[in-house]
């Protein structure tokens, strides 16, 4: 008799379990990036009353005849569908569209896992996670052009804020008019400003002179060295040869390297009015220090900006993903560790190889399905019920086989 109360006691605690995973779920409803759990029940042994036997002759089988001894909670799993990206705007709020987690390292060297990309900047320039300060990884760049090397160890990423950063200048276009009326071997003077690789500004000169019918020369006279010599079309008073030159700039007293930038004239004409000819564009950019960093939607690069318009790369977030990612531990503060059963990390760039992208601005809101929960409430509450009336039913039953000596 006292069998049935003790099968009712299992599944009074697993149904009790089951609605201690329903309350976290629900508890976490807007928990950035957290994934809900569920629960599989299973039954327990059974004691076998009478084994089963096989047909002979003219008898047949029989069943084996037994009683289940209750059930027990099977597992506690989580579901890693997609959760809704919410936009936030914010410039440090990171979301994972599709498979994979960010990577964060605490300051013992310890790596973490998570689908919560809300980061900040702190003093130092690190990107770490707003709500434990662990440093956000990936790779940096290295060599010129900035190459990422997926193949090394991952690093904390910093943003060097107390940079600057110049471009010197490469190319120079030329725009306007060169008077098809100017005396010849009367020089016009065009001036423009150029920039070496510490952003110092260096003012060039360059005097055109007219040498003939459509024909003029070029040279530069200070600040660089170089000349040509162009010819334009006598019909149109568009250039016809000429249309590309090169000008040298000495290193500076301040250590700047020696450059070289191409001046393009291919826009200039020779028209009857006033010269006009100036330099509509050059390459070149004045020293900036860092204002902020930007990060690539999808590939997860990470740029500094500076206050001159210039971007440089500076690191390239890393994504990694888990053959089972239900396998990972759960420590708290919407971190994961990697369980015995979850398989290797498979770490890389965003949005390659089955890892999901990178999306700015936004964040992953939790997959719990508010309905489905409450009706798995429901279910946990009838079924516990229904096991408290077992054991009720059971203790009246005892209490009227101890009435029968009375």
């Known amino acids: 008799m006292l069998r049935s109360m003790f099968t009712a006691i299992s599944a009074l605690n697993a149904h009790q379990t089951w609605m201690d995973v329903i309350g976290n779920n629900l508890a976490n409803v807007n928990t950035t990036g957290y994934k809900t759990s569920f ?104 060599g010129t052009p900035p190459v990422i090397n997926t193949g090394t160890t991952l690093t904390d990423i910093r943003i060097p804020i107390n940079s600057t950063l110049a471009r010197e200048t490469s190319e120079l276009t030329m725009r306007g008019n060169l008077n098809a009326l100017q005396p010849a071997g009367t020089p016009v003077t065009l001036t423009f400003g150029v920039y070496d690789s510490f952003g110092a500004l260096h003012n060039v000169d360059v005097q055109a002179t007219r040498t003939g019918a459509n024909a003029w020369s070029w040279t530069a006279v200070a600040g660089g060295t170089g000349s040509g010599t162009l010819t334009f079309d006598p ?44 330099a509509a564009f050059q390459d070149g950019v004045a020293a900036g220090t860092v ?41 708290g503060q919407n971190l994961y560790q990697q369980g015995v059963n979850a398989g290797e990390p498979n770490t890389g760039l965003p949005d390659s190889n089955g890892r999901g992208a990178v999306i700015p601005g936004s ?44």
Do not use: H
Request: charged share 15%.
């Open 235 to 278: 019909a149109t008073g568009a250039l016809a040869t000429g249309g590309t030159g090169t000008i040298n700039v000495a290193a500076s007293a301040a250590g700047a390297q020696a450059f070289t930038f191409d001046v393009d004239f291919t826009s200039l004409t020779q028209l009857e009015t006033d010269s006009s000819a100036y």
């Open 39 to 142: 629960v599989r029940f299973q039954d327990q042994i059974s004691q076998l009353l009478r084994p089963g036997s096989s047909p002979t002759g003219t008898r047949g089988g029989v069943d084996p005849m037994q009683v289940g001894l209750g059930m027990r909670v099977g597992s506690i799993t989580q579901s890693f569908t997609q959760g809704a990206l919410t936009a936030t705007g914010r410039l440090g709020d990171l979301a994972v569209q599709g498979d994979g987690f960010f990577n964060y390292r605490d300051a013992a060297g310890t790596m973490f896992y998570s689908r919560d990309g809300s980061i900040d900047l702190d003093a130092d320039g690190y990107l770490v996670n707003t709500n434990t300060g662990y440093r956000l990884q990936g790779w940096l760049p290295t």
């Open 363 to 406: 964040v992953e809101a939790s997959n719990v399905d508010l309905s489905q929960e409450f009706t798995n409430m429901i279910l946990a509450q009838r079924g516990f019920q229904a096991s408290s009336r077992v054991i009720t039913t059971s203790d009246e039953m005892l209490q009227e086989l101890v009435n029968l000596k009375r």
């Open 291 to 331: 204002t902020g960093y930007a990060i690539e939607t999808k590939t997860g690069q990470v740029y500094a900006q500076y206050s001159n318009g210039l971007q440089n790369l500076v690191a390239q977030l890393a994504v990694t993903s888990f053959v089972n990612p239900a396998g990972l531990v759960k420590v």
